[in-house]
């Protein structure tokens, strides 16, 4: 914890100095300016500020720290017993007003509570964010040798302070992966914090990443924490790292390497302690040959690498994540579904889900909803759905499928059929002109 006190008075600063120094990392000004530059280039947990000083007024710098940084907790301090400013200062940020000479004893007190305060401010700060992006009930799901082969590698890092790069086509389960490596590691209890890093236009994702002070930039109108902060000694996943522009990915580098960030705006180092989990669907070492990613980030991300397979390489898992989907969705939606028929099984097992885990649970999702009983059945499988999953089964057995020209065939003769070989009617109902009509009966006859 650091403490900044600012007094112009050294024989009040040095008994200070010497009774925190041994709890505490101690700062000293004696003017606003010092201050100012104390606060400019050290991270700065609580202050304890004179109203009155050389070069100015105490109470204004309240309101420059409570406006640049309003996570600095500050006491205020004087030599007059005046109520009103007592009553200012707190209604603009102070948590505490001291009147000189210290009661060492009481000073000591309120500087342990104002620790407390500032923790407190963290920890709440933390599971804000950890409510919004970590979920508790975190289930792997699969028997397969791939993926048994997977959960077994995992071991090896849950409680390694290294970088994890998760490989693995969209819908594969990156992020399922990274909070399961999150809850059973040693960082369990702090943050886990996600950023899918090809939804956040470029010019807003080191903002995402540092945070700002207030005033950093045209529109800066408050103080932000950026992910990088707020993650602490917890897990920062990022999501699509591939998405990652080159002048951000050298800006990531630098974090891994020197384990310290600034936000955007300020000129005080902060330490980063959290790990990366990354995770992409691109080849980054093609990407790296085609220059748009860096290969040193490369190497500092994938200190251990880890693949997930296809779904359509683990189809034994299919039977297995259906009931387990089924069972998500009865819970959401207050069903009561009980399993699914063994057509629909044997249907998705021959099928090749180029989406993947995620498609396969959209498709039990939307077939739950349309359940007519407590069974799935392909009776469900409407919308369009029913014929994506026959055009590609028959395309995997190698059966013929009929090309555009042949539909439009078929269709134009059953047209012809219905108005009883009307040309006019017909091409009324087809939307095109009677020569364009009689063109394609001709190309066909």
């Known amino acids: 914890m650091n403490i900044l006190l600012v ?3 050294n024989n009040l600063i040095k008994p200070l100095v010497n009774l925190l120094e041994n709890y505490y990392t101690i700062k000293t000004a004696n003017t606003l300016k010092e201050a100012r530059e104390v606060v400019k280039y050290h991270y700065i947990d609580i202050v304890l500020l004179d109203i009155n000083l050389p070069d100015g007024s105490g109470i204004a710098f309240l309101d420059e720290l409570m406006n640049l940084y309003p996570d600095i907790i500050v006491i205020m301090a004087t030599a007059n017993d005046n109520i009103r400013d007592a009553i200012n200062c707190v209604k603009k940020g102070a948590v505490d007003y001291l009147v000189k000479p210290y009661n060492f004893d009481e000073l000591k007190l309120i500087i342990e509570n104002a620790v407390n305060t500032r923790e407190l401010k963290r920890k709440v700060w933390q599971l804000e964010n950890e409510i919004k992006s970590y979920q508790s009930d975190i289930e792997f799901i699969g028997i397969s040798e791939k993926i048994k082969e997977v959960l077994e590698k995992i071991k090896n890092v849950y409680d ?26 040693k960082r369990r209890d702090k943050p886990f914090i996600s950023i899918n890093c090809a939804a956040i236009p470029e010019t807003l ?11 950093a930039y ?7 924490y950026g992910k990088l902060e707020a993650v602490t000694d917890g897990d920062l996943f990022l999501d699509e790292i591939g998405a990652l522009s080159l002048n951000s990915q050298a800006k990531l580098l630098k974090v891994i390497e020197e384990k310290k960030f600034m936000r955007i705006g300020d000129t005080k180092e902060i330490q980063f302690s ?14 790296i040959k085609e220059r748009r990613f860096r290969e040193d980030l490369y190497y500092r991300l994938s200190v251990f690498p880890i693949e997930l397979p296809q779904l359509k390489e683990h189809k034994e898992d299919i039977r297995l994540l259906v009931d387990y989907f089924i069972k998500t969705f009865n819970k959401k939606y207050n069903l009561d579904i009980s399993g699914a028929d063994e057509k629909l099984i044997k249907l998705f097992e021959d099928y090749d889900w180029p989406g993947n885990v995620r498609e396969l649970q959209n498709v039990i999702e939307r077939l739950c909803l349309l359940a007519a009983g407590n069974i ?8 369009g759905y029913a014929k994506l999953l026959n055009k590609d089964l028959m395309t995997n057995k190698k059966s013929k499928i009929k090309t555009l020209e042949e539909v439009e065939e078929e269709y134009i003769k059953k047209i012809l059929e219905m108005t009883n070989n009307n040309i006019s009617q017909t091409a009324k109902i087809l939307g095109i002109s009677r ?5 394609k009966i001709l190309k066909k006859a």
Do not use: C, M, P
Not at 205 to 215: D, M
Not at 277 to 285: D, P, Q, Y
Not at 376 to 381: A, I, R, S
């Open 205 to 215: 994702i080191e903002n995402e990443f540092f945070g700002h002070i207030k005033g």
């Open 376 to 383: 799935l059945t392909l009776t469900e499988l409407t919308d």
């Open 218 to 224: 045209t529109g800066a109108y408050t103080f932000q």
């Open 274 to 287: 959290g790990r990366i989990i990354a995770a992409t669907s691109l080849n980054l070492e093609q990407a």
């Open 160 to 185: 390694k302070d290294v970088s994890i790069l998760i490989l693995g086509a969209s819908g594969t389960g990156k992020n399922l992966l990274a909070q399961l490596i999150h809850k059973k590691s």
């Open 435 to 439: 020569k364009t009509l009689y063109n």
């Open 7 to 9: 007094d112009d008075d």
